[in-house]
């Protein structure tokens, strides 16, 4: 929904003149409280209206069957519309097998009109790297498509949590109207407890289970003939990382192991691709090392928090996107994880 120059203009079932008309109908029937209420509910998106997503997403072609629009670095916010994430689609002759489904269900339209801009044939299958908001709130524009849904073991943690919940809800209120009282969690059709390949049309797809790194569950999808690797968020290209729910030191294993596949391109869950793929999983991998490097010192000193970080060179990082929004806090979640891990490593073992 727009409100231009105090008329309601809607996008969906209902467009800007039919509304404009029903309301007048009303009035002249003097039923000032339907219209008022027929009003509220298209204005509040209560019906199947949906505000369509109005942000620059422009598609890239990586390679000849590889695709993907990049999210604003930084935040989710009013003015990217929450489109922060990455997501991309891979066209292989006998369908499209998209991965991640962006932030909102406007945002996901948004993809698929692109999708359709560049390809009639249909979305097969959708493979959703892990479950966090700015990846999954899309997915239910994809499941009344049928779509088959994909997603990693530890998304049912996720999906189960209250922070789902209170997440979704906080979104509700910080990215209405994109994200509304009718964005819902869209649960997988099946949880990937272990790797798996498929082949659709031309293009066989490796899937690799990736363990609780950046969150509960984390997949890779690879795109053989290609050689094409979507990361999902454990590699982020130059904009500071995410951390919330993450374990960093099985985050830097998985890093460390990803280092050392031959890669054409490298298509990360935030940030532009890489086209050398290294260059981009280093600079992830720094960033968690230089975290858990300065944390870990303080909490072995047990110094606290704030004086830690207060002593801590941030130079090397306080210039890129999302600093100020997410660096502060990532540090305490190193800051306490590496606790918890040193006074695990460190109990005496019971009598
Ligand atoms: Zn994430």
Not at 213 to 241: E, I, K, Q, T, W
Request: glycine share 8%; charged share 20%; proline share 4%.
């Amino acid at each position: 929904m727009q409100l231009t120059g105090g008329w309601v203009v809607l996008d969906g079932r209902l467009d800007g003149v039919s509304l404009v008309m029903r309301c007048t109908g009303l009035l002249l029937g003097v039923q000032l409280f339907l219209l008022v209420m027929a009003c509220a509910e298209a204005a509040s998106g209560g019906s199947d209206n949906e505000v369509p997503a109005s942000v620059d997403m422009s598609v890239r072609q990586v390679s000849e069957h590889v695709y993907y629009v990049e999210g604003f670095p930084g935040p989710a916010t009013v003015s990217n519309q929450g489109f922060v994430a990455n997501a991309g689609f891979v066209v292989t002759g006998a369908g499209v097998v998209v991965f991640d489904a962006l932030g909102s269900p406007a945002l996901a339209r948004l993809l698929l009109e692109k999708i359709h801009s560049i390809t009639d044939e249909p979305i097969v299958r959708v493979v959703v790297s892990h479950y966090h908001a700015d990846h999954i709130y899309g997915l239910q524009v994809f499941a009344d498509l049928d779509t088959e849904i994909l997603a990693p073991d530890g998304s049912d943690e996720y999906l189960e949590s209250d922070q789902a919940t209170q997440r979704l809800e906080a979104r509700r209120g910080m990215l209405a109207p994109w994200v509304n009282e009718n964005t819902r969690l869209i649960p997988p059709d099946q949880y990937l407890g272990e790797g798996t390949r498929f082949r659709l049309g031309d293009v066989e797809f490796i899937i690799t289970l990736l363990g609780a790194a950046h969150s509960d569950g984390d997949l890779a999808m690879y795109v053989v003939p290609d050689r094409v690797l979507f990361s999902g968020d454990v590699v982020f290209n130059d904009l500071v990382p995410f951390l919330d729910d993450a374990d960093t030191r099985h985050w830097l294993k998985v890093l460390a192991r990803m280092d050392k596949e031959k890669l054409e391109v490298l298509v990360p869950g935030h940030g532009a691709m890489a086209g050398d793929s290294h260059e981009a999983i280093r600079f992830t991998r720094r960033y968690l090392k230089y975290l858990r490097k300065t944390m870990g010192a303080a909490v072995k000193e047990f110094v606290p928090y704030d004086e830690a970080y207060a002593a801590v060179d941030w130079s090397g990082y306080d210039e890129l996107p999302g600093f100020s929004e997410a660096n502060r806090r990532n540090a305490y979640l190193v800051y306490l994880s590496v606790e918890a891990e040193m006074l695990r490593e460190s109990a005496l073992p019971a009598n």
